[in-house]
């Protein structure tokens, strides 16, 4: 069983759309969570950054973390065309090893 | 198999040695890329390679040197790097990187590099 498994997609939505990306992870040690975003031939971009569990929002985007259910989640309101792209979740142990998501390549059309 | 394999996890080194990082796939992927991360910071890209030959460089100082022996296979050359080199550096494979709808990037896990 991989570590983070994120399901690649790819997913396509209508603008205004609500979006939501999710990641599973096996480690039970893990404690950052990212989201990276990253468009075509570029390096990915940090979104979100969450320390353990709970939500944190910013803008349009919302990351929620549940530690119990080895879960985490992006939710993109209001979603543009800009935010086409694809949408990597990362997650670290407190000695910094970080593990990616294959990503999840969105589409959102106008 | 969906995964990026990369060797060694972790590698200390003196400014004055000669090392290799390596990274394998096995989707028959022909694009592969390197990225250097620093800490609490995204990947940099360094270098891309597209059916075996170099198509980016990331105007990356010549101490690292990237080979591309096969289809499978992606080789960072590293020689008299300095301590501030030290990071975890990332090596990527996509499909293709000229398509759009092919170029979604699988992660290996990183190998932790320490020059001392």
């Known amino acids: 069983q991989k570590e983070v498994e994120q399901d690649p997609g790819p997913l396509s939505v209508p603008e205004g759309a609500i979006v939501s990306l999710n990641c599973t992870y096996s480690?039970?040690?893990?404690?950052?969570f990212m989201w990276y975003r990253q468009y075509s031939r570029k390096g990915p971009e940090l979104l979100m950054y969450?320390?353990?569990?709970g939500n944190k929002e910013d803008g349009r985007f919302t990351a929620q973390v549940d530690k119990s259910s080895k879960y985490i989640s992006l939710f993109i309101r209001d979603s543009q065309p800009s935010d086409s792209a694809t949408y990597l979740c990362?997650?670290?142990?407190?000695?910094?090893?970080?593990?990616f998501g294959a990503g999840t390549r969105l589409t959102v059309k106008p | 198999d969906t995964e990026v394999t990369q060797t060694p996890k972790h590698l200390v080194m003196g400014m004055t040695n000669k090392k290799s990082l390596k990274c394998e796939q096995h989707?028959?992927?022909?694009?592969m890329y390197w990225y250097k991360q620093k800490a609490k910071k995204p990947p940099e890209l360094m270098f891309v390679?597209?059916?075996?030959?170099?198509?980016i460089n990331e105007s990356v100082p010549s101490r690292f040197s990237p080979e591309c022996p096969n289809s499978s296979l992606l080789n960072l050359h590293l020689h008299a790097l300095q301590p501030e080199d030290s990071a975890l550096y990332l090596c990527?494979?996509?499909?293709?990187?000229?398509?759009?709808?092919?170029?979604?990037?699988?992660f290996g896990p990183g190998t932790r590099l320490t020059v001392l």
């Open positions: 990527a494979s996509s499909q293709d990187w000229r398509d759009l709808d092919t170029d979604t990037q699988y």
């Open positions: 480690n039970s040690a893990f404690q950052y």
């Open positions: 969450t320390y353990s569990s």
């Open positions: 990362a997650m670290s142990a407190p000695n910094n090893d970080m593990r």
């Open positions: 989707m028959g992927h022909r694009a």
């Open positions: 390679y597209s059916y075996e030959k170099l198509s």
